[in-house]
């Protein structure tokens, strides 16, 4: 099985910084990497697909980079509702989730 | 608009069985592969089921023998149906949609771009 391990666990930042989010694989995943935001009592909603292509909608300040085994999800100045829970998801081979980070104020 | 219903979820006792729906709305339901996820309360993500267009299933060796994913294309609907439930099986669970995401390593890639926002499952005495 594929493990997913994302740092840091939990992040504090303030409106306007630019925050990253490291998330790394137990083996090669390629660039089959996503990302997704999940907020409480909420299901998650994906931000970044395939490392670094932003799905629709979502806003610019989102960026994914990666490949193999190393990736980071970057959120560049920080908005009131990007306060939330991050998880990447590794898809090369079924599915597994790293643990979450959060990011609060 | 693209949209995922659950339904079936509640209290259960420990070995008991339950089986959860979704109906599916605003998209080709029977040209998409779709899964379920799980989250415990308080804790990640966790994949539980998959089934493809062509109604192949697949499932992690965490729950396989006692889930069932099924799709029903003529109702736009998906199951899953749990058996010899257990405490650690309380949690809320997700109908997910996969979308394609490329080909390689001499696969086809699908990641989950849409999510209901789920039933809860509790397993309790």
């Known amino acids: 099985d594929i493990q997913m391990t994302q740092s840091p666990s939990t992040l504090s930042a303030s409106l306007g910084d630019s925050v990253t989010i490291t998330c790394r694989a137990s083996?090669?995943?390629?660039?089959?990497l996503a990302w997704y935001q999940q907020k409480p009592g909420k299901a998650p909603k994906l931000l970044i697909y395939?490392?670094?292509d932003l799905q629709s909608g979502v806003p610019s300040r989102f960026s994914g980079s990666g490949s193999g085994t190393e990736f980071t999800l970057t959120i560049s100045s920080l908005q009131a509702d990007d306060f939330a829970t991050y998880y990447c998801?590794?898809?090369?081979?079924?599915?597994?989730f790293g643990q979450g980070t959060t990011v609060e104020i | 608009e693209v949209q995922l219903a659950e339904s079936g979820g509640g209290l259960v006792q420990p070995g008991g069985s339950l089986r959860l729906s979704c109906a599916a709305s605003?998209?080709?339901?029977?040209?998409?592969?779709m899964h379920w996820v799980r989250q415990i309360r308080g804790k990640g993500l966790e994949w539980v089921s998959g089934?493809?267009?062509?109604?192949?299933?697949h499932y992690p060796d965490s729950v396989k023998g006692r889930f069932i994913i099924s799709r029903e294309n003529a109702k736009n609907s998906l199951f899953l149906q749990i058996n010899s439930l257990r405490a650690g099986d309380t949690a809320v669970y997700y109908c997910?949609?996969?979308?394609?995401?490329?080909?390689?390593?001499?696969?086809?890639?699908?990641?989950?771009?849409?999510w209901g926002k789920g039933t809860t499952v509790t397993v309790s005495s």
């Open positions: 997910v949609r996969a979308y394609f995401s490329g080909f390689g390593d001499l696969n086809d890639h699908y990641h989950m771009d849409v």
């Open positions: 605003g998209f080709i339901f029977s040209s998409y592969d």
């Open positions: 089934i493809g267009t062509a109604a192949d299933t």
């Open positions: 083996q090669s995943v390629s660039v089959w």
């Open positions: 395939k490392a670094s």
């Open positions: 998801q590794q898809y090369k081979t079924y599915w597994t």
